[in-house]
């Protein structure tokens, strides 16, 4: 059976081998952090008691001389471990930079494939038809039928890859089997096996080339700023229409209402409100004043700022998103690694067995037998067809799996992040409740009012104000002009009384005072209205969760996941309302998104399988380092889709769990497919050693457990959908 691989902390120290005073660790990670091995030699000759300490990456050990009177063995060996804690997040990185290279061949594009098949089909329909025998009447006529031309031909690009693995690694592959399996059927003169033979393998092949053929457009599309040109602020003042790709570092430009910052830099003059969203995720825009920091793909909502570049072009925050979400697509699926190592494994059976045969029976057509039937290919169908089924049930419910590993992987996950905006919480703000401040007013009124003073504001606190008003029937009042102060609030006149709906430095900047205390918003965003000086009332808002949002979470504890934590650009006070709201067990909050993703690392590294669960740019980097990232809703950006493992195209948080079941499911199924594949292929090479049953009899028998894989398979297809749902 395939032996799953599980996830290990590789940057513990494991005992290799203990005498009294002397002690060597096995630390994996240790291979990549060939730089630092002097640094953390010095760090653990400075741990009292030890008198020597040599690292030794090559080898992935550490060697510990030591006073056993002063320090004893499990003392150290924790020790040990707590200062290798420090280097895991550079290790990671380092171990996601060195993979890169392993990944560089592709398979066949699905074109290609396709036009195989159907040369294979064709081959078949000629050869049975206009052609029916040996083009050629010597002795290759075995080699020179259509049918036998064209398995030739098709087998080409594996006997080179049979030939390049037997060279590099001094053994056949499984690439090596089939063209050998090929041989032998046409020398059995068996062409029709050699060509079932070579569908069924570049249909296993279709299948995964299907899901890795994705553009990138669409990441950079949403990623780069999308105008060609910008306002360039020129020596003498003037500003100047500039390409994008003609800033340098040190130029200013200009950036007005509703036009995207085109940099990373620094606001020199002027303010604005500026919708960061797409970087950290809150949903509520941010003030920029003279000296803050902006990034470029974030929207400039009111307001005009001069913004001098510090990054520009590749080294933008947005950019570097961009780049690691293409280092994260050359991540090697793990099941295919597990399905090509266990099916090597097996190919020199089969030779060993024709080998035997042939010298206990000396015959040929046994002998032969053992290589027509083989395990490789039973193997990789047994994957590929239930990970097929699986996906297109999902598909059927509205969701995208891009591949079989992350099913695998999804299976044997124990940790969920979640991130807080458009995932767990709808990602506008309502308003939750109203305290009263003035008992001689009524509350529609006071609400009316305040609908007066937003109704021309763009800000989403405004719209929640105005939708809530709206619901309990209030009317907006005639009012003057509305003045929108920014990152304040805004105000208006009604019947000579000044109307102010903003936050509280609003409400002191301009006098304004609350007869009564005021009550604890408990993570909602207050917004205080006031009449002239005296403040009326407090409207509390906040981001509402998801419907089913804890229903999803208590399924993914009932079905094992050990930790599942939310992960915000937001405020701290808000995020953690919103995660004892849903039953999160933890939160981190004011994450950039190279901090989401640094969260995601730090968990691998302590060994845990993390699925990310987003929607929005901001969670891009951390979607792609994530073993398993998750966009979930109708309205996730391109990016996120892109950069995600698994798009669920619905605004139900139900389908993390259902997800989860499905994976589980068909990881069983894997199992039992491997489970046919070897015992029907072992029954038919025993038979074919040992009986007299035909060539024909046992390719039938080898056919017979593709079959069977692929009808039980086909049972994910009628997946049932969790209950209650």
Not at 250 to 279: L, M, N, P, R, W
Not at 585 to 593: K, N, Y
């Amino acid at each position: 059976m395939l032996k799953k691989e599980t996830q290990k902390n590789w940057m513990k120290g494991q005992v290799a081998h203990s005498l009294r005073g002397r002690l060597r660790l096995r630390v994996s990670g240790l291979s990549y952090l060939y730089a630092e091995r002097e640094e953390i030699a010095r760090a653990l000759a400075c741990i009292d008691g030890v008198a020597q300490a040599q690292v030794t990456p090559c080898t992935e050990s550490v060697l510990l001389c030591y006073d056993p009177r002063r320090i004893d063995s499990r003392d150290l060996e924790e020790r040990a471990d707590m200062l290798f804690a420090r280097y895991a997040m550079t290790a990671y990185r380092a171990r996601h930079a060195c993979a890169a290279p392993e990944e560089a061949e592709t398979p066949m594009s699905t074109a290609r494939l396709t036009r195989r098949l159907a040369v294979n089909a064709g081959a078949l329909v000629v050869g049975n038809t206009l052609f029916t025998g040996s083009l050629m009447g010597n002795g290759l006529s075995k080699f020179t039928s259509v049918e036998a031309l064209a398995s030739l031909g098709l087998s080409a690009p594996m006997a080179k890859s049979a030939w390049n693995g037997l060279r590099k690694d001094m053994r056949p592959n499984a690439d090596f089997l089939t063209v050998t399996s090929i041989v032998a059927s046409l020398l059995l003169g068996n062409p029709h096996s050699a060509l079932m033979i070579l569908a069924l393998s570049d249909l296993a092949e279709l299948m995964t080339s299907f899901t890795i053929e994705r553009t990138r457009s669409s990441i950079k599309k949403m990623l780069s700023v999308d105008d060609s040109e910008v306002w360039k602020v020129m020596e003498n003042g003037r500003l100047s229409h500039c390409p994008i790709g003609e800033l340098r570092a040190g130029d200013v430009v200009c950036v007005h209402t509703g036009e995207k910052i085109a940099v990373d830099g620094v606001v020199v003059s002027g303010s604005a409100v500026v919708d960061q969203s797409a970087i950290t995720g809150e949903f509520v825009p941010a003030e920029k004043r003279e000296g803050d920091e902006v990034y470029a793909g974030t929207v400039v909502k009111n307001g005009n700022v001069q913004v001098e570049a510090r990054k520009v072009g590749d080294q933008t925050v947005v950019s570097r998103i961009v780049g690691m979400v293409e280092q994260s697509e050359l991540k090697k699926a793990p099941i295919q690694r597990y399905a090509d190592r266990f099916s090597n494994y097996l190919v020199p059976l089969n030779y060993l067995l024709c080998a035997a045969v042939w010298l206990v029976t000396r015959n040929p057509q046994k002998a032969l037998k053992m290589l027509v039937i083989d395990y490789s290919c039973g193997i990789k169908l047994s994957t590929a067809t239930a990970f097929s089924a699986a996906i297109n049930t999902a598909v059927k419910r509205g969701v995208l799996i891009k591949g079989g590993a992350y099913i695998e992987q999804m299976s044997s996950a124990n940790t969920v992040l979640l991130d807080k905006t458009g995932t767990i919480t709808e990602g506008r703000p309502k308003v939750v409740s109203m305290q009263m401040l003035a008992h001689d007013m009524e509350e529609r009124d006071v609400l009316a009012l305040a609908m007066a003073a937003e109704e021309t504001s763009t800000h989403p606190l405004a719209g929640a104000i105005l939708a809530y008003g709206r619901d309990i029937g209030a009317q907006i009042p005639a009012h003057g002009e509305v003045i929108t102060e920014v990152s304040r609030g805004s105000r208006t006149e009604v019947d000579g009384r000044i109307i102010r709906v903003g936050n509280m430095k609003y409400m002191q900047e301009n006098g304004v005072r609350a007869a009564e205390s005021l009550v604890d918003a408990q993570g909602a965003i207050p917004n205080y209205v006031g009449v002239d000086d005296r403040m009326v009332a407090v409207l509390f808002a906040m981001d509402s969760p998801r419907v089913n949002v804890r229903r999803a979470i208590n399924a993914l504890h009932y079905d094992g996941v050990g930790d599942i934590e939310m992960l915000t650009g937001d405020m701290e006070s808000q995020a953690r309302a919103v995660a004892e709201l849903v039953g999160a067990d933890g939160f981190r909050a004011q994450l950039l998104p190279e901090q989401k993703a640094e969260a995601v690392l730090k968990l691998q590294t302590q060994g845990n399988g993390v699925i990310m669960v987003g929607d929005g740019i901001n969670d891009a980097p951390a979607l792609a380092y994530a073993d398993v990232g998750i966009s979930l809703g109708s309205k996730s950006t391109d990016i996120a889709i892109e950069t995600s493992d698994v798009v669920i195209n619905r605004d139900d948080p139900m389908m993390i769990p259902e997800l989860r079941r499905l994976s589980r499911a068909t990881m069983r199924i894997v199992q039992q497919n491997f489970a046919m594949v070897i015992g029907i292929n072992t029954v038919g090479l025993v038979l074919g050693a040992s009986s007299g049953i035909s060539v024909m009899m046992s390719a039938l028998m080898h056919n017979m457990s593709t079959i069977m894989v692929v009808a039980n398979s086909l049972r994910l297809m009628f997946f049932p959908p969790m209950e209650g749902r």
